[in-house]
């Protein structure tokens, strides 16, 4: 068998079935028919000798032999397209080009408003799109190309998907300007007296901030849980309560200055954050623009006025921490 006799479209069905599990998501992703391919992959069975997909339970399950060459053959794709793109090479000037990020809630707001405020003026044909990509299918999203990247905490995944940390952000207390209950500083005594906003996407169990407070021996009063951060500081904007999350997250209001912030008076934990992307997009030029942009704007968004102010206040306080689970991360 030589390969000016293989029809190298086969490789790229081979890919998006195992990929997606199924001859229909692939077909969906490849945007061909059923019977198209269906039709290769009984090309890819005579070629191999092999079944390389059992069906069970809805899924097709690779064969031994499919797991074995599934590096090779995705190796040889990414080269061709590598090749591909050094010959059309992205322009962001120029280029139309759609990427998609997974982000977590915490983020989206200031990222993303760093992040457009960067490429408008130098990419005016890209378009960003962001959405949440649940963690156990994060290495198959970024493998599929349905993702083109995603920040999140650290994740237990394989080496085909590379990482790197891109931003870390404190833990801050945010009140209204002018409360009536805190003067120049929070101690511990007020925080825990006062009640709390928590954000959590959670409908159970503690979120980030009180499982540390619980490894402490600490509990503070939650008044009100909320699903994302532009609610929370809108409430807290406009009340006597509190709310302890990312440094950024009044970066959400319209006015940040209705928000006064604080250094968490307790040793918590950073939210730590990393970019993630899949080995195929190691060498790709597109890709590789997309995460300097967003190494930009993280770099933005270290050094904005609430994690100036934050960061300065921390030096003073002791420097312990509780480790977080990645079981228990941001939501």
């Known amino acids: 068998m030589h390969v000016r006799d293989i029809d190298l479209n086969l490789f790229v069905v081979f890919d998006a079935i195992y990929t997606e599990g199924g001859v229909s998501r692939a077909c969906f992703r490849l945007n061909l028919t059923q019977p198209a391919v269906s039709h290769a ?24 032999l499919a797991r074995q060459i599934i590096t090779t053959v995705r190796q040889a794709l990414n080269g061709l397209e590598t090749t591909l793109t050094h010959t059309n090479r992205f322009d962001p000037a120029r280029t139309p080009k759609r990427f998609v990020i ?3 809630n915490n983020l989206e707001a200031p990222m993303l408003s760093a992040l457009i405020n960067r490429i408008s003026a130098v990419a005016p044909l890209v ?3 962001t959405v949440r990509s649940e963690r156990n299918n994060l290495e198959r999203e970024l493998a599929a190309g349905t993702l083109d990247v995603a920040i999140d905490t650290l994740l237990p995944l394989s080496t085909e998907v590379r990482r ?53 021996g600490l509990t503070r009063t939650v ?55 899949h080995a195929t997009a190691e060498g790709d030029t597109t890709n590789q623009w997309l995460r300097e942009q967003l190494r930009a704007a993280a770099a933005l968004l270290a050094g904005s006025r609430f994690s100036k102010k934050n960061r300065r206040a921390a030096r003073t306080r002791p420097k312990v921490g509780i480790p977080a689970p990645t079981s228990l991360a941001a939501e």
């Open 223 to 277: 008044r009100l849980t909320c699903q994302n951060f532009a609610t929370a500081c809108h409430v807290v904007s406009r009340s006597n309560m509190l709310l302890t999350a990312s440094e950024s997250a009044a970066s959400v209001l319209e006015d940040p200055g209705l928000l006064q912030c604080f250094p968490c008076p307790f040793p918590i934990s950073p939210h730590v954050n990393y970019l993630y992307w």
């Open 41 to 64: 992959l009984s090309r890819l069975r005579a070629m191999f000798n092999d079944p390389l997909f059992v069906r069970r339970h809805h899924v097709m399950t690779p064969t031994p």
């Open 164 to 216: 790197e940390q891109i931003l870390t952000e404190h833990i801050a207390v945010f009140a209204r300007r002018g409360h009536p209950e805190l003067g120049k500083r929070l101690d511990k005594k007020a925080y825990l007296r006062m009640e709390h906003v928590c954000v959590t996407s959670r409908r159970s169990g503690l979120s980030f901030e009180d499982f540390q407070f619980q490894r402490l």
């Open 102 to 104: 997974g982000l977590r």
């Open 127 to 129: 378009e960003i799109a």
